[in-house]
């Protein structure tokens, strides 16, 4: 009778790193580790042998240096014996301006075109169909210049407006002008204003900041927060007596009343444009640039914004409606309760990814001379400096973090709502 | 009981013995009037809204057909457009001025290319309809046509760039030398080997021996058509070229990174999630700027080639980490089940990703894909931008020309007509692969 022992234990050899299951995925990482380091290793020593070679070291000091060019459409403080570091960041500014501005707008016509998509009219529906089709399979470079052409050759210019024999004139009475040099638009002013606080000194990141703004925006959020606590206990006595007290006209007060209380104390007025020598003065100028570009990267996301509101709503089986409705929930309860909270979860994460696409697409605005921060830092400053390698580094992290933020965001609500499965 | 109920059936004055003949359903509701009530005015609020509609179509038909059909063809000049259209019709609003299309078609459509060297353009393109048709409809042709396909990758390029045949000859030879190579070696030497072999040997051939001994045939035998530099090349060919190459290869290199990035292999991982993400996370602009400005720089110095050529690496990298994530949304979508059944059926991984796996992921991933093709086909007309020739490039080099200085309309809606042909028939054509492929069950 022989006992029962384990088998031998196998004494490794150098073989079992490439036919052992178990081994093998070390041998096939470290190839790939190595490989993938020779290879960045090859690209680097190449790098510095041809930058050797032009006599040009990666230096960043030329950020430092005055950027000697003007930025005509920005949000920030600046002439051109600021840095090129600052020109950069008011680059950004303006990046990040339209894009904020092209995702409301394209949110807003995206819905509206997605629900009217699946409207029962349909002629309604084609009519839509017929606008998502045309802007989706078509470039969206050719809808900016386009937009850009049409803005400059088919509006009136500033001198149309003038005389008694004007052809032009200006719209919502007499507030707006529309010209072919750009948008001039009332600007808010106070003549009680409370000043700016200046932010960080006199760095390149230097902003000021409006104290009349951000008092209207916390009197905003406070009353947000009031209407909040109203509505609660509003709910609270409809659970205890199940009788729901009217809570809008305290809402409405409640929003409005120190918003104009604080706008009366603020000196709140507009400021509008008017016509000057050759051109507009006074009003907030919103550049050809930025209105083409804004137009099109809006009208361009909306077609693909729709397509995914269409397929949000559609994705929600009638099943779940009327079971809703079995449970004696009303229509309006239905769509906030249960189709709205599923179509989301289906509607949120393209519709972000949508938002991205359009911050990266706003990279164009070099196409109409918007001066965002491709233009800036990968246009004149590129140009100026003849620093290729560092500034399309710069340009290329200051995206990556746009994208990667944005992404972050998309995560953490994915995983919010993420349906758990086995 | 019987007796109660004939009593019932007697004081029942009328009982119908046969069927009534079928009635014709109401007038307003079958045929075209039904089909209105159903679908423009099935309430007040939708009669409503189809009364706006038709408005709003009225009013952009008023805009739209004098512009189109009351147009000049025969014009040299934008001004010389404005004069035959106050004689004709009194003003100059509201009608189009195709003369500039009609002039700079060709340029639009062939760039700089030579133009008695056109029809080499024609060829490429219509072997490009041919390599394609056997893998598009794959039930309806004979797969012999797949020969086409297969020499395509080498004929297109000498067809546009001309040249000595024997380059794409000599190219082509490596890979043959590569299948031989494993062919042979895989019975004798194991799997591992002859695989290593199938890599390297095709890379000395292009990189060692293939560069002399095309010299020397040049030279003994010049066969060759004439050359074209790249600066020639632009207009919508450019598009279709760049649009080509870069979906012909982000796929293969998509679907190695998606597996790439679902792989156990924490490193390899690493590496392909690193990858995709730099690439989606920027705009493909800089890339282009680094295929412009930098490249060369990363390559060993005095390497100095072609600006399509980079262009069209960093755009096939550009087109592969979206690719990427869609298959990997594919890959994602399978069920846990098919996995396991792939590996219980004692699959090895490529055998399970070859056979089970990736039909099914990128069948789910189609509408995913093409749509990334149509964005790839679309985005290239960014190289604009770096300052090649496409047809934006060439649309503004013609605004600015004296002659046509302030014309903008017809250009533009000719260069959007050409993408959305391509475009909207390629989401057609992912359409048609959907239903195609639909089986009735998920």
Known sequence: ??????????????????????????????????GFMLFGAWLISNTITNLQTLGKPVQFGFLLEPAQYDINQRLLDYNNRDTHLRAAFIGLTNTLLV?????????????????????????????????????????????????????IESLPSPKDFRGDNATASM???????????????????????????????????????????????????????????????????QNSTGLRPTTWHVNLGIFFVPLIVLLIALGFHLGYPELKGFNFQGGTHLR???????????????????????????????????????????????????????ALRVIIPPLISNYLNLTKNSSLAIAVGYMDITGTLGGITMNQTGRELESVLMLMLAYLIISLSISAVMNWYNSRVKLVER | MSDTHSEAARAIAFVRTDMLPEQEPPATTI?????????????????????IALLFIAYVMSGLLPWLFQSVWNAGSLNECREIMNATWGDTHGHACWGVVKERWLQLLYGFYPDHLYWRVNLAFVLTLVAMAPVLFSEQLPRKMLIVTALYPFVMPWLLWGGSIWGPIAAALGFVIGYYAYKILEPIAGSL?????????????????????????????????????????????LAI?????????????G??????????LLLVKAICVGFIEFIRGVPLITLLFVASLLLNLFLPPGTNFDIILRVMIMMTLFAAAYMAEVIRGGLAALPKGQYEGADSLGLNYWQAQRLIIMPQALKISIPGIVSTFIGIFKDTTLVSIIGLFDVIGLSNAIRADTAWNGIYWELFAFIAFLFFIVCFSMSRYSMYLERKLQTGHN
């Open chain 1, 1 to 34: 009778m022989t006992a029962m022992t384990d088998p031998a234990r196998e004494s490794f050899r150098l073989s079992m790193l490439i036919y052992d299951t178990r081994y093998r995925s070390f041998t096939i990482q470290a190839v790939a580790l190595l």
């Open chain 2, 255 to 264: 679907i190695v990174l998606a597996l790439g990035r679902q792989s156990d």
């Open chain 1, 171 to 237: 719209s919502f009475f007499d507030s707006v002008a529309v010209t072919n040099r750009g948008v001039y638009i009332p600007e808010p002013l106070f003549s009680r204003s409370l000043g700016d606080v200046h932010l960080l000194g006199d760095s390149p990141l230097r902003m000021d900041l409006s104290l009349d703004l951000l008092a209207i925006v916390l009197v905003i959020i406070a009353s947000i927060f009031a209407i909040k606590k109203v509505n609660a206990r509003a709910t609270a006595i």
């Open chain 2, 193 to 237: 080997v002859a695989i290593i072999a199938a890599v390297l040997l095709p890379v000395i051939w292009w990189f060692g021996l293939s560069g002399l001994i095309t010299g020397a045939l040049t030279d003994l035998m010049p066969i060759g058509i004439e050359a074209v530099q790249s600066r020639k090349f632009g207009g919508f060919m």
């Open chain 1, 288 to 342: 050809n640039s930025l209105t083409a570009l804004w137009l099109a990267l809006s009208l361009y996301t909306a077609a693909f914004i729709a397509e995914i509101v269409r397929a949000g709503i559609l994705a929600i089986s009638h099943g779940q409606t009327e079971a809703a409705g079995a449970l004696g929930l009303r229509p309006k309860r239905i769509m906030s309760l249960v189709v709205l909270p599923q």
């Open chain 1, 99 to 151: 894009a904020f501005l092209g995702c409301i707008a394209a949110t807003i016509l995206g819905v509206f075109v997605g629900v009217l998509r699946l409207s029962k009219n349909w002629l309604v529906a084609k009519i839509m169909a017929v606008y998502v089709e045309v802007f989706r399979n078509v470039p969206v470079l050719l809808w900016i210049v386009l937009a850009m052409a049409v803005l």
């Open chain 2, 241 to 253: 070229l760049l649009g080509i190459v870069a979906i012909g290869c982000s796929l293969p290199i």
């Open chain 2, 31 to 51: 045929g075209f009037v039904g089909w209105l009530r159903k679908n423009l005015f099935s309430s007040v609020a939708n009669s409503i809204l189809t009364v």
